[in-house]
């Protein structure tokens, strides 16, 4: 299945997309699961449907004028959609959820149909001082769904589905305005109706929204090709409780700081993204995807380093290392059958015919002067139709009794290789003290002329309390990461479970900048309390960038949540 292939379905709520491409595990799959002491447990999670909520928080005259001001059946209070807006998709999350911890579902989840009516709710919840959850697709792997509740009279989450259109197409400058609850598939499916597309295709894809691309700085796979989601976008509104933030005037301007990039990867912690104009570009007459054999890891980052620096650059760039080839996770069917050995590259070419063909023969050049052995388009076409189905691995593996999470980093080209390394001993170590030796695989999953981000997944046995087995091995790795002077997040973003060290990575003055602007915008600070940077106590001054503790290391000395 391609990104042409996937429709918008409605997920359950800790199982991975489409019902109907649920996957099994094939049985070598089990038989190595078996060999790493991986055991099933004896019970089945939870069905979220017999789960027990809490009553609401909210009192019966908010929730009436909130029913007023959204209209019919757009404030919903019921077990239902308040599990099903419970935290996001890390395995942490599901782990609580199957377990049946509902302790951070939302009071309510409220629909908004317009940009006004996002801004009358912020402002109707800072006076009731209401906790707000701004919510698309709910695919967030970093806590970013799980505020601070302490200090709120409740929580609601802020439900933007019915945002979903694309407001306009200016086909000469080739932008696009989409609303932000609008999910990616149908958003790709829009503007090919017009012979346009986004080329944005995240791993997430099935799940995400516009809305979350713009909140958590998002990469798609094809970035080496269309960039970043953040480089997509050159105007944006964003609702506060003071009113209404709209950026971008023109594309580039000299005019101050660029505010828009302010708001992106905010995380709902300044406003709540109502849409963006982004660029949007012709869909590519031709795509062309193929693979490449190389001995070493080190030996293929040299040739993506080279490549990427010098050119032609391919649409997409990514190299597993050796271990990551041999499992072969982008066709299930195929797992652990044993890859092509060394480690796979895959080179994808999106354009014209002439385009396409030209940037293929250049770097197809470069990369066998480089070690490369040529694999031909089969490896390629597999993982470009196979890549969506991963996802689709752990909910198996999880029912197996397997702990298998993911990480990601980024870091300059000169600190690759110790940044693997370190991340690398950090989980086999941590968890392999606990009794459960990980498997550890690792890919470039994008990459810049000045450095690359690296993709963990890890996969154990479970221990009898996998979430905080996990903890410590996520902790182990966040450290190992400052250490090398890395990235604690490319793309996956910061939310609770990064706060304390993306702190330490930027230092307490540039959290207290953020602090003041969060101010400005969100005086009572009701928007995602806790997300991306702790609140301080009171709205005090801090000097210390966390929480109002003052610490020798400039990080929070509150307990971390590294989930």
């Not at 503007?191 to 080329?199: A, F, P, S």
């Not at 894809?205 to 713009?214: D, H, L, M, P, Q």
């Not at 796979?221 to 509104?237: C, I, K, P």
Request: proline fraction near 7%.
């Amino acid at each position: 299945m391609t990104e042409s292939d996937l429709p918008v379905v409605d997920f359950h709520p800790y199982r991975w997309g489409d019902p109907a491409h649920r996957t099994t595990l094939p049985a070598a799959a089990k038989e190595t699961l078996a060999a790493f002491g991986v055991r099933t447990p004896e019970h089945p999670p939870l069905d979220p449907a017999g789960l027990v909520l809490p009553e609401p928080a909210l009192d019966a005259k908010l929730l009436a004028e909130l029913a007023g001001l959204l209209g019919p059946g757009q404030v919903a209070t019921d077990a239902a959609a308040r599990v099903g807006h419970t935290r996001g998709w890390s395995t942490p999350d599901l782990l609580k959820l199957r377990a049946g911890d509902v302790s951070d579902a939302p009071d309510a989840v409220l629909y908004p149909g317009s940009h006004e009516q996002v801004v009358a709710v912020l402002e109707l919840c800072e006076h009731a001082n209401v906790a707000v959850v701004p919510y698309s697709g709910g695919t967030s792997v970093v806590g970013g769904l799980a505020p601070q509740r302490a200090g709120f009279a409740g929580v609601v989450a802020l439900d933007l589905k019915r945002l979903d259109a694309v407001l306009a197409v200016d086909e000469e400058s080739r932008t696009a305005t989409l609303q932000a609850g609008l999910r990616g598939v149908e958003a790709e499916r829009l503007l090919r109706e017009r012979g346009l597309t986004l080329g944005h295709f995240p791993q997430s894809y099935e799940g995400a929204s516009i809305g979350g691309y713009a909140a958590a700085r998002s990469a798609g796979q094809a970035s080496a090709g269309y960039g970043r989601f953040d480089e997509m976008v050159v105007g944006l509104e964003l609702a506060t409780p003071r009113g209404t933030l709209a950026l971008g005037s023109a594309p580039k301007s000299a005019a101050g700081p660029d505010l828009r990039q302010l708001v992106l990867g905010s995380e709902g912690t300044l406003g709540v993204i109502t849409s963006v104009t982004v660029r949007v570009r012709p869909v590519p007459a031709e795509r062309v995807y193929e693979g490449w054999r190389f001995d070493s890891f080190e030996a293929g980052a040299a040739a993506l380093r080279k490549l990427v620096q010098d050119g032609p650059l391919p649409t997409v760039l990514r190299l597993s290392d050796e271990a990551e080839t041999s499992i072969n996770l982008a066709d299930p069917a195929a797992m652990f059958g044993g890859g092509p050995g060394g480690c796979l590259a895959i080179a994808g070419y999106e354009g014209s015919a002439a385009e396409v063909a030209a940037r293929r023969a250049g770097a197809s050049e470069l990369l066998a002067a480089a070690g490369g052995q040529p694999l031909g388009t089969e490896p390629g076409e597999a993982w470009r139709h196979g890549r969506y189905r991963a996802p689709y691995l752990r909910d198996p593996l999880l029912d197996e009794g397997v702990l298998i999470e993911t990480l990601e980093t980024v870091t300059f080209w000169s600190s690759l290789h110790a940044l693997r390394a370190a991340v690398t001993s950090a989980l086999s170590e941590t968890l392999s003290a606990e009794g459960t030796p990980p498997l550890v695989l690792c890919h470039i999953s994008h990459v810049y002329e000045t450095g690359a981000s690296l993709y963990f997944t890890v996969a154990c046995a479970q221990t009898d309390d996998p979430v905080a087995q996990w903890q410590r091995a996520k902790s182990a790795a966040n450290e190992a990461i400052r250490q090398v002077g890395a990235a604690v997040t490319h793309h996956h973003g910061v939310g609770t479970d990064h706060r304390e060290v993306y702190a330490r990575e930027v230092g307490p003055l540039a959290v207290d900048a953020l602090r003041a602007v969060k101010r400005a915008l969100d005086p009572a600070g009701i928007l995602n309390p806790g997300v991306l940077i702790a609140p301080a106590p009171n709205n005090a001054t801090t000097t210390d960038g966390t929480d109002g503790t003052t610490t020798t290391d400039g990080t929070d000395a509150t307990p971390a949540s590294e989930g």
